[in-house]
C-alpha cells in the first residue's frame, strides 16, 4: 500500500462526527456484474467485509430467481453467513413471498425497491407506482410486526432515462408513502447518475419540511457523470449520515462507455477519513478485498481508490 | 447526446456565480498521453476547444524537446493558432530561453511549474525549491515588463509521493514567493490526488490569512483517489473561481492500475451547469471534442461524462 499517512486528517465544521456505510457490494454490485460468482465465494466476500470493519452489508436478494440469476442462490448464501456481531445483513424482498423465504432463514433485515417515476416503477415492478406500495404494504406491516428492520429504497430521485428530470414534489410524495408504511430508513436513488450537489440539497431539503428528515435518510449515488462524492459531500454537509456504497465499485464496468456504477466504498472512506469522519473501516483490509473480487471477476476494479491503493505491476 | 434537461439547474447558496475553467488538456494532458498527437490535429484540437466555449486554454510547453518529446512542435504548433478573440493561450515556460522563443511568436500569456515540496523539486525540475525559484525570478519580471501575464503552478501542495503528508505552512511559504515574484495567479497542484475537501479549505484558509486570498488561486485536482470533483466543491464554497481541468480527462490513462489523470473538464461542466454556475461552454461541443480525440488516441475518454454522453454502441 502506497501512500503512508494520506489523507491527512482535517474536520470540517458541520460535517457528521460518524457514518454508517451501508455496502451494498454483495447484492446490488453482483446483480449487475456479467460473472455468476459461486455462493462459497459470496460468503467469504460478506465475511472478508464484515471484517474490514463495515457494520451493514446488504447480502442477497430473495427475488425470483429468473430475475436475477445471479442472485439465484440467496437460499444456499444466507445460512453460510452466519453470526456477526454487530453486523446488519439486511436483504432485498420483493413481496410476501420473498419475505416469508427470508424470515424462515432467521433475517433481522430488509428491503423493498421502490421507485419515484412511473416509467421506471412499470419497467422494473411492472406495476404503477401506486400498484408498487400496495404490493409493499403487507410486506412491511408484516416484518415490522416481527421486529425486522426495513429500509425502502427509493430509486430515479433527481433524473429519469424516459422522463428526464424528477420533480421534487413527486420523490416526496413517494418518500412521505414509504414512510407511512412503516419503512425505518429510506434510500434516495440517483440510479442514472445525473444529480448535482444543489440538487440533492433541494430534495433533502423539501423532504426535511415533509418530515422526512435526515435521520432516516440514506443517500445512494451512482457515477455515471463522475458526481457521487460531490453528492455524497453536499449530502453529508445537509447532514445526512448514512451513506450507500459498493466495495470496489462493484457493479460498474471500467470499461463500460457508460459506467453506470455505484460510488466505491473506498472512495467514499478516502474522504470521510480526510475529513476525521469515523467509519469503523479499515481502508487497507477493504481495498485487499475488493482487489480479491476484482479478480475473482476478471477485470480490475473500477474504483479509483482500489487502482491506486493496488500493488504495481 | 441523452439525457435531455439534464442536469437540473439547482444554485446553492455561497457559490460563485461564474467559474473560469482553465482548460489543460493540450499541455498538461497530451504531455502525459503515450500517443504522440500530429501538430495540425493539436491545433484543431485548441480551436475546438475554443468553439466549445473555453475562454482559457493551455495550450503547449516551450520546454527543451527532449524533455516532453510529445510537445516538442511549441514552435510549430503555436502560430498556427493564429487569434483567437477572447480566448487566453498560454503557454508553460521553464525558463529565460524558454521565454524567449515564445515572446519571438507573440506569446501573452505563460506559466512556470514550482513545486512545494524540496523532492518533487529535485526529480522535477533538478533543483532545490529556492533554487527553482531563482530560476524563475528573471522569467516573470521579464514577462511582467513586457506585459505578459503569468501563472504559476504549485505542484505537490497536499501530498507528495515521497514526503508523504505536505504540511500547510510549507505550501505557504512557496505560494508566498510565487506571488512575490510577480506571478498574477497561482495553481495549487495535488498532483498525486490525496487531498480532501477539508484538506483543501484549511490550505485555502491559511493562504488568505498570508495574503494570497482565493481570487488570485486556482484549484488543480487529480482523480487518483476519485476526490477531484469533491475538492473542487470545496474550494468553489471557499470562494475560488478558476478551476483547471483536461477535457475528456486527457492524460489519466481508464485502464491504468493508477489512474493519475487530471479532472475532466466535462464532470466539472457538469456539476457546475448543475449548481446554476456559468462557465461558457457548451457541453455537447466539448463532449464530441473529446470524444473526437480519443479516437485520435485509439482508446476510449477517462471521462464518465464524456462515456455517459457518447452515442451507445
Redesign the interface.
Known sequence: M???????????PGLPARVTIHEVGPRDGLQNEKTTVPTPVKAEFVHRLAAAGLTTVEATSFVHPSWVPQLADAEELYPLLGDLPGVRLPVLVPNEKGLERAVELGVRSIAVFGSATETFARRNLNRTVDESLAMFEPVVSRAKADGIRVRGYLSMC??D?WE??VPLEQVVRVARRLRDLGCDELSLGDT????????V??LLDRLGEEGVPDSVLAVHFH?????A??N???ALEHGVTTVDASAGGLGGC??????TGNL?TE?LV??L????IETGVDLGLLAATSLWMAEKLGR?SP???V??L?P??
Open positions: 502506497t501512500a503512508p499517512g494520506l489523507p491527512m486528517r482535517f474536520p470540517a433527481f433524473g432515462p428526464g428530470p442514472i447518475g445525473t444529480a448535482t450537489p444543489g440538487h440539497r433541494a457515477d455515471t457523470y463522475g458526481q462524492l460531490a455524497t459531500l453536499a471500467p470499461y463500460a462507455r457508460s459506467a466505491a472512495d478516502w474522504m477519513h480526510g475529513l476525521g480490475p474504483s479509483r481508490t487502482r491506486a493496488s504495481k505491476e
